[in-house]
């Protein structure tokens, strides 16, 4: 076996988790205190990347780009909330299903007006787009590297905003029991705008980080929103433990499933039967993973504690 592939495929699923981790970190804080299913968080994740796309080439700045689209998908994700989210939380589910699928309609043609059908392939900076030598035979694009490094970074910033801040504080409790801090008097709807807003930016900077990698382009998000809804299933439905975590599980089993797996039936069944089969079964792995913890934990692996 080559080691080096094995730590390039691990790498590339880190990279993977961390992505999910952001698109899905925001899901979970959204559903876990409001009780409201976003079936248009992927479009923020969308919307990050043009705006980044957008704010790269007016600037001729990568960075610049990041740095500038980010408050715009904030105060998207604010407007959004404002407008049209917040009137929606007293409905039941079906309700939020319903609405939120026609956004992502909305956002799509919107994006297909303003920026056209073709995709934004974003540029990188000559110091991004270099290589690192680990070893000899080790090398990995430093951009990929970028990645996990904010994308750890970013973690690490909400983990000590939700834990160690008054704000933090009020999330946590909100998860725990929105009638209750609604009692002592804590704004809700100013802490439901905060929260989708914070989800907003998350999403956003997913797509900001990818698109240099794939490209922005119409629908990217609605690719990668039902393998964020499953993080958050497995994680723990408002756990940013549990997101974190099963954004890793899943990056990495996603990934080497996809490259060893097939290796791993020739053992057991003729080449042919492996090269078929493995492609189906890696493609499942996530969800044969999903339905074992809801049979064991259905409240997933790392819940919030309520009362």
Known sequence: MDWTLVVIQ???????G??????????????GIMDFINLAHGSLYMM????????TFLTGSFVFGVLLAIPATALLGFVLEWGVIRHLYARDHLSHVLATFGLILVFD??????WGSAGFAIPLPDWLNGQVHLT?????????ILIIVVGLLLAIGL?????????????RAGASNRTMIGAL?????????????????????AGMLISPIT?????????????????????????IKGAFIASMLIGLIDTMGRSYLDDVFKLVMSVQAAETSAPAVSAMLIYILMATVLVFKPEGLFPPKTR
């Open 10 to 16: 691990l790498l590339n699923g880190l990279q993977l």
């Open 18 to 31: 961390i992505l999910l981790f952001l698109l899905s970190a925001g899901l979970t804080l959204t559903f």
């Open 48 to 55: 990050g990347a043009f705006f980044c796309a957008t704010f």
């Open 109 to 114: 043609t919107l994006v297909h007006l303003i």
């Open 136 to 144: 000899e035979s080790l090398v990995l694009p430093s951009y990929r």
């Open 159 to 171: 983990y000590w905003l939700v834990n160690h801040t008054r704000l933090g504080m009020r999330i």
């Open 185 to 205: 008097g804590v704004d809700i709807q100013m802490l439901f705008a905060l929260v989708f807003s914070l989800g907003a930016v998350m999403a956003g900077v």
């Open 215 to 239: 490209e922005a382009s119409i629908g990217m998000g609605n690719e990668i929103i039902i393998t964020a809804f499953v993080v958050i299933i497995i994680g723990g439905i408002g756990s």
